[in-house]
């Protein structure tokens, strides 16, 4: 028996060692400018710049395979921080690629959802909630607004509503108003 267990402790240090060595050897470089872009773009994953998602199309911008203004959701702006981390002169979104528009986040209208949990296999970020033929509901912190999720809903009780302010972004105290000029 005793030989058995030997045998087994022996596989498996020695498989440990070979994977060990594996991960090393083989080990993929993640390429610096990738990571730049990549933290360039809003994450909403909503697939308008013609990629799957944003660490693909930063590949595409790295490899030069797609211009700096096709992402509406990062807006202007972000095409202007692109352009400035890659030299290059900024440019307005290209339209085709869709417009931009002020954010929003999901909004399941609970009491008409039959639970298919088609909205959660299509959503790419994980933000809503529900199990088979139950009510499902958005998480409205983690929703980025991206509406890969209407299409696939057969009762089209999925709407987009604008983001209420998160905790954080309330001010306390308020501003003081501004004074009113004296009329006296
Ligand atoms: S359009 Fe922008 S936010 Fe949407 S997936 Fe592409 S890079 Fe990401
Ligand atoms: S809940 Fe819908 S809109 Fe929000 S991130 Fe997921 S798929 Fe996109
Ligand atoms: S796709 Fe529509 S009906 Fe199906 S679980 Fe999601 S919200 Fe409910």
New binding site residues.
């Given amino acids: 028996m005793w030989l058995s267990v030997g045998v087994v402790v022996g596989l498996a240090a020695l498989l440990g060692a070979v994977l060990g060595w594996a991960t090393v050897r083989f080990r993929v470089q993640a390429d610096p400018m990738v990571e730049r872009i990549d933290r360039l773009?809003?994450?909403?994953?909503?697939?308008?710049?013609?990629?799957?998602?944003?660490?693909?199309?930063?590949e595409a911008i790295a490899r030069g395979d797609a211009d700096i203004n096709?992402?509406?959701?990062?807006g202007d702006a972000?095409v202007r921080a692109l352009a400035e981390l890659l030299g290059r002169e900024a440019k307005p979104v290209n339209p085709e690629?869709?417009s931009i528009k002020p954010p929003v986040v999901a909004l399941i209208v609970e009491e008409d959802c039959i639970g298919c949990t088609k909205c959660i296999q299509a959503c790419?970020v994980d933000a809503i909630i529900g199990a088979p033929k139950r009510m499902h509901t958005v998480v409205p912190e983690l929703c980025?607004g991206?509406e890969l999720c209407l299409p696939p809903c057969p009762v089209d009780c999925i709407e987009l509503v604008a983001p209420t302010p998160r905790a954080s972004e309330y001010r306390w105290p308020r501003p003081a108003p501004a004074q009113s000029r004296s009329t006296v």
């Fill in positions: 773009l809003p994450q909403t994953q909503c697939a308008q710049c013609g990629y799957p998602g944003c660490r693909p199309y930063a096709q992402c509406p959701p990062g972000g690629n869709g790419p980025t991206c």
